[in-house]
């Protein structure tokens, strides 16, 4: 069964503190890994996917990198509005299958 | 962009109504999906639909089904409310490998 482990759970920072949140998967093959940002009361936007170990993709202040075993989402020097829960989920090769969600590490920025 | 839209942002039902939610999306994706995320637990996956009239049960399909009679709509339905049911309810389309969420339902059942 495929799962997601996101930690810490909740993140507190103070503005310019950089840091990075884990996801560890096991996945039966990796088809591809998510990042997703949700901000309260919305739906999740899309942020990156990464598709094989030693990978790396950057928007802003974050950067997504995938190991066989797991990735980190690095924000650097966060701000404020940075402070939203971000959402880790893989998809398998087997088949058509779903995304499979980790419950997601709740970030706090303050200034 | 892509738009997946969903009816209502905030309802609330009374327990043992049949209660009917709508998610459109304007992509032509094939793939669609329903889950419900409640705090501590994170997003679990009801149902998802590859294509007109097809359906899969998703981790927690007890107390609802869907509806996917066209291509850009799949409705979730709940049968018969219950307060368990309380939730926040979200739509999401994918193309390929990236997913596309609606605003989600804000979902009471009193």
């Known amino acids: 069964e495929d799962q997601v482990t996101q930690s810490p759970e909740a993140l507190r920072l103070q503005e310019g503190e950089s840091s990075s949140l884990n996801c560890s998967y096991t996945?039966?093959?990796?088809?591809?890994l998510f990042w997703y940002r949700q901000d309260p009361g919305k739906g999740p936007e899309f942020l990156f996917t990464l598709y094989s170990a030693g990978e790396e993709k950057e928007k802003e202040r974050l950067k997504a990198t995938l190991t066989k075993k797991e990735s980190f989402l690095h924000i650097t020097a966060p701000k404020p509005e940075d402070s939203a829960t971000y959402l880790c989920?893989?998809?398998?090769?087997?088949?058509?299958?779903?995304?499979?969600f980790g419950k997601g590490t709740r970030l706090s920025v303050i200034a | 962009d892509v738009k997946v839209t969903q009816s209502s942002r905030y309802l609330v039902k009374r327990t043992g109504e049949k209660v009917f939610l709508e998610c459109v999306q304007d992509?032509?994706?094939?793939?669609m999906f329903w889950y419900r995320q409640d705090p501590g637990l994170g997003l679990r996956l009801i149902y998802f639909?590859?294509?007109?009239?097809?359906?899969e049960k998703g981790d927690i399909p007890e107390g609802y089904s869907v509806s996917r009679e066209k291509k850009e709509r799949f409705s979730l339905i709940l049968e018969s409310a219950s307060t368990n049911q309380t939730s926040m309810y979200l739509c999401a389309s994918n193309v390929r490998d990236k997913a596309f969420f609606g605003q989600g339902t804000r979902l009471t059942v009193v």
């Open positions: 639909s590859y294509d007109v009239k097809m359906k």
């Open positions: 992509m032509d994706h094939e793939n």
């Open positions: 989920a893989v998809r398998s090769l087997s088949g058509n299958t779903p995304l499979v």
């Open positions: 996945v039966s093959g990796l088809r591809g």
